[in-house]
T-cell receptor
Framework: AQSVTQLDSHVSVSEGTPVLLRCNYSSSYSPSLFWYVQHPNKGLQLLLKYTSAATLVKGINGFEAEFKKSETSFHLTKPSAHMSDAAEYFCVVSEWTGNQFYFGTGTSLTVIP | EAQVTQNPRYLITVTGKKLTVTCSQNMNHEYMSWYRQDPGLGLRQIYYSMNVEVTDKGDVPEGYKVSRKEKRNFPLILESPSPNQTSLYFC?????????????FGPGTRLTVL
């Protein structure tokens, strides 16, 4: 069975400081992992994905995530937050040969000027 | 432009009045899916389709129907909507099986059932 746990429902950071959004997953097989971002009243946009290649994955807008199998984690980071990063972020898991995607409950990121 | 479109974007209806939300993609993707998004619950998969005439239940299929008669279209049907189906709905498509492939999402349909 697959599941995703986003450890923080809300994160607040000051502009220019690092961002850390935490995600733990559970998967019976080799997982594919994704981070999506949803800006207010918008659809979902892919930030980055892990599909069994390099464990450190770089995405758009300066975000990156590291796949750690031993910790079953896929945390999202950014060195310096920008006001435009304020949004809802979703961690998603899918099995490599699976037919379903499983979303975490989301982390709302607030960036304080 | 590669995209997933949904219609309508906003819908207010009453309990029991059948409705259909359309979804169309222009990327020749095989896999399509419907989700509902509710506060604090993230996105939950309603139904998905691996290809034409192949559909399967997701995690929350009760009260919904789907069909996949053409590759590009994947409508979501609520035969008898109820207030607990008030939600934000997203359609998504991806080129192959779920694993490893990026999902492309539509803009969402906000449904209110009175």
């Amino acid at each position: 069975a697959q599941s995703v746990t986003q450890l923080d429902s809300h994160v607040s950071v000051s502009e220019g400081t690092p961002v850390l959004l935490r995600c733990n997953y559970s998967s019976s097989y080799s997982p594919s992992l994704f981070w999506y971002v949803q800006h207010p009243n918008k659809g979902l946009q892919l930030l980055l994905k892990y599909t069994s290649a390099a464990t450190l994955v770089k995405g758009i807008n300066g975000f990156e995530a590291e796949f750690k199998k031993s910790e079953t984690s896929f945390h999202l980071t950014k060195p310096s937050a920008h006001m435009s990063d304020a949004a809802e972020y979703f961690c998603v898991v899918s099995e490599w040969t699976g037919n379903q995607f499983y979303f975490g409950t989301g982390t709302s990121l607030t960036v304080i000027p | 432009e590669a995209q997933v479109t949904q219609n309508p974007r906003y819908l207010i209806t009453v309990t029991g009045k059948k409705l259909t939300v359309t979804c169309s993609q222009n990327m020749n993707h095989e896999y399509m899916s419907w989700y509902r998004q509710d506060p604090g619950l993230g996105l939950r998969q309603i139904y998905y389709s691996m290809n034409v005439e192949v559909t399967d239940k997701g995690d929350v299929p009760e009260g919904y129907k789907v069909s996949r008669k053409e590759k590009r279209n994947f409508p979501l049907i609520l035969e008898s909507p109820s207030p607990n189906q008030t939600s934000l709905y997203f359609c998504a498509s991806t080129s192959g099986a779920a694993g490893g492939d990026t999902q492309y999402f539509g803009p969402g349909t906000r449904l209110t059932v009175l």
